[in-house]
């Protein structure tokens, strides 16, 4: 399996224009893979008490925060996510020297699910996944299949001032600070000599391989990818359409241009085919405290196909219930040994009523375009509506306790119709 799946942006203050940052990403999965959007509260925990991810448990932490998540839906992890703290994280296959085909172990998505829990910055972020890739390892397969899709992770992190790049090779890691500006990750490694924090053992463990020659400058990308010309200029295709269209943007990017770029098919981005943009995420940041950042979530696949909804961290959120997937227990194909005998049916209820206009989309050109014009009027409306809260803050938060749920159901009603 090539590498050839997501996508992940950050623009600060300085590319937005406003004191705004703006994340977003596409997670492109096998095709039939169904993705939910879940809210879980903020929770303390007991002393000894431990977390079951998707294939081993591990300790737990005293306290996790407030996190909503895009997450296929047969595993515990997330592709992509934010926590009450305004910290969003999206992570990305990586393929390099160090072979991918370990144990079981953390799942990236595990990571990023456990990062968005434990840290209230984006720094934070960094130190909490790399304790725990250095201490548990990263391993398993990645795809709800018996052929052992398995890659390493790169995360692209931000928060209310600055964004992180973590790229990692098995248990060595390296992060790069970004204070300004934007930045791209697809599927590729990107740090080059500007490293901010790394794996104690990184530059040893290269040299002992005979990648480095301990004299010349260290550069990550070259040293831990496949090939010595790792160069950023030399790049993927995807990485190289992503950066030229953040930088035709730059200095006026706002949350309908990252939806813009997660929705281009002609730059591979809009993935299609047997991998595929199974969903998609933007967020809005203020860099004001006082002001609540808007998470945008299609839970369907393909942003052009899609309704972005907006989602607001606020008191007494009850659980998802129209993006959630049905459950199995202990009887989940994933769960028993060996594992992925057989695959359930995972679509929740979104899902389901998005098939049909997704179809019609699809084959009927008059009838699709009427479908995209609503979808794209609903969504606008809805952006509209959350500028107030972007620039004002919330005064009456129990009316957006049911937000995203409220913007769901509308959406659904409207297929409804079709």
């Known amino acids: 399996m090539q590498p050839s799946s997501c996508d992940t ?5 300085a590319s937005t224009g406003t004191q705004r940052v703006i994340f977003g990403k596409n997670s492109s999965r096998p095709c039939d893979e169904v993705q939910e959007v879940l809210f879980f509260p903020a929770r303390d925990h007991a002393a000894e008490e431990t977390v079951e991810c998707t294939y081993i448990e591990i300790e737990q932490v005293a306290h996790t925060h407030a996190v909503v998540l895009s997450t ?11 926590n009450e703290h305004q910290v969003c994280i999206g992570n990305e296959a990586v393929w390099g020297r160090e072979p991918a085909d370990g144990d079981e172990a953390l799942l990236g998505m595990d990571l990023v699910r456990l990062g968005l829990e434990r840290a209230d ?5 960094v130190d909490v996944i790399t304790e725990l890739l250095e201490k548990h390892g990263q391993g398993g397969s990645c795809m709800e299949d018996e052929c052992g899709f398995t890659y390493h992770n790169a995360f692209l992190i931000s928060d209310r001032k600055e964004a992180w790049l973590l790229e990692t090779s098995a248990k060595y890691w390296a992060a790069e600070r970004v204070e300004d500006g934007h930045r791209n990750s697809s599927n590729q490694y990107g740090i080059t ?13 290269a040299r002992s391989r005979g990648w480095w020659d301990g004299k010349s400058p260290f550069n990550f990308a ?9 160069r950023i200029e030399a790049a993927h295709s995807r990485y190289c359409e992503g950066k030229q269209m953040l930088e035709r943007s730059s200095g006026h990017i706002t ?6 770029i997660l929705r281009d098919k002609d730059s591979g981005i809009n993935m299609e085919g047997v991998f595929a943009t199974t969903a998609s995420m933007v967020s809005v940041i203020p860099s004001d405290a006082s002001l609540p950042g808007v998470h945008y979530f299609t839970a369907t696949p393909d942003p052009e196909r899609s309704v972005f909804k907006p989602f607001i961290f606020v008191k007494n959120l009850k659980p998802l219930a129209e993006t959630t997937s049905p459950t199995f227990g202990p009887d989940d194909p994933v769960k028993k040994k060996p594992r992925f005998q057989s695959k359930p049916d995972r679509r929740h209820e979104l899902f389901l009523k998005h098939e049909p206009p997704a179809a019609v989309i699809e084959s009927h050109k008059e009838r699709g375009k009427k479908i995209l014009q609503r979808m794209r009027k609903l969504e606008a409306e809805k ?3 959350m500028e107030a809260f972007l620039s004002h803050g919330v005064e009456e938060p129990d009316l957006l306790v049911t937000l995203f749920s409220g913007a769901v159901r509308e959406e659904m009603a409207m297929y409804s119709q079709i």
């Open 9 to 13: 942006f950050v623009a600060l203050p």
């Open 72 to 82: 296929p839906a047969w595993l515990w992890g997330a592709e992509m996510g934010a």
């Open 222 to 230: 070259t040293v831990f990818s496949f090939t010595t010309t790792a």
């Open 193 to 205: 000599t500007k490293i901010d924090k790394e794996h104690p053992g990184m530059r040893a463990h």
């Open 383 to 385: 952006m509209s509506q």
């Open 255 to 260: 949350a309908e241009t990252m939806m813009d």
């Open 121 to 125: 910055t984006a720094e934070t972020a």
